[in-house]
């Protein structure tokens, strides 16, 4: 297809379906064209007015470059993970009872208290100590830490694993603190509801879980090593301002 005397290819066209999945399927090509025609007007109009000449074009032109290139090269790298067993998806399944074998839907009051850095052993004392849920909110007037609260229903997925099994050891009626300062948060637990995940309806969620990790974990270490071995010069005009790493 031309635009003037300029052409928009079919490679374009499926570069950018493949960057807009939520499309619906039936209208996708016909709205993702027609967008690119309207961008390509525009960036005509935008060289002959000398756009592409101005400064600030040229640098972002330069840190989408490097952003885009290094975005590829972390996804190459994350593509060789390998795929889940079904060994590792078993055990995985069994390790982890109070998110399959033994699921919880938890009813909670949680309270979110506007607390400063360092006060979270003195809440998790104030909260070992008060009678939830009516004592915690006077404890917490009294204490002077603004806070809020509502029900609210925690699935075990939504959890943070490093929360999940102190809620899941948690009793009716008792409290523990979550997060940290200053998004601190108390949930008291009101009442569970037994929600069984079968182990087959559990091995896809498992093996997307597991896979994505090994990505993870392959990106980071392939970074540490390149960090490792690349030579990095602070300028001193950015040492003071910024967060660099040193020289090696």
Same mark, same amino acid.
């Given at each position: 297809m031309q635009v003037n005397r300029e052409e928009v290819s079919l490679r374009q066209v499926e570069y950018l379906l493949k960057r807009q999945p939520g499309l619906p399927a039936d209208q996708a090509p016909r709205l993702v064209l027609a967008s690119l025609v309207e961008q390509e007007i525009a960036a005509q109009a935008a060289r002959e007015d000398g756009i592409d000449k101005d400064p600030e074009f040229v640098q972002?032109?330069?840190?989408?470059?490097?952003?885009?290139?290094?975005?590829?090269?972390?996804?190459?790298?994350?593509a060789k993970a390998a795929r889940a067993s079904s060994d590792e998806v078993d055990r995985y399944y069994d390790e982890h009872p109070a998110l399959f074998s033994a699921r919880r839907l938890y009813t909670v009051q949680e309270v979110a208290v506007d607390a400063g850095p360092g006060t979270e052993d003195k809440l998790r004392a104030l909260v070992a100590a008060a009678a939830a849920p009516a004592g915690l909110d006077e404890a917490l007037d009294r204490a002077g830490w603004?806070?809020?609260?509502?029900?609210?229903?925690?699935? @075990?997925?939504?959890? @943070?694993?490093?929360?999940?099994?102190?809620?899941?050891?948690?009793?009716?009626?008792?409290?523990m603190v979550a997060g940290g300062a200053p998004s601190l948060r108390v949930w008291t637990l009101l009442k569970t509801q037994a929600a069984p995940v079968a182990r087959?309806?559990?091995? @896809?969620?498992?093996?997307?879980?597991?896979?994505?990790?090994?990505?993870?974990?392959?990106?980071?270490q392939r970074m540490a090593e390149l960090r490792q071995s690349a030579k990095v010069v602070v300028a001193e005009a950015f040492a003071s301002s910024a967060s660099a790493p040193t020289t090696h």
């Open positions: 972002g032109i330069e840190a989408a470059r490097r952003e885009l290139l290094a975005k590829l090269y972390q996804e190459r790298i994350a603004p806070h809020r609260g509502g029900l609210t229903v925690l699935a @075990p997925e939504r959890v @943070p694993l490093a929360l999940l099994q102190p809620l899941a050891a948690l009793e009716e009626g008792h409290s087959e309806a559990a091995k @896809p969620a498992i093996e997307s879980y597991l896979v994505g990790e090994r990505r993870r974990q392959l990106v980071t």
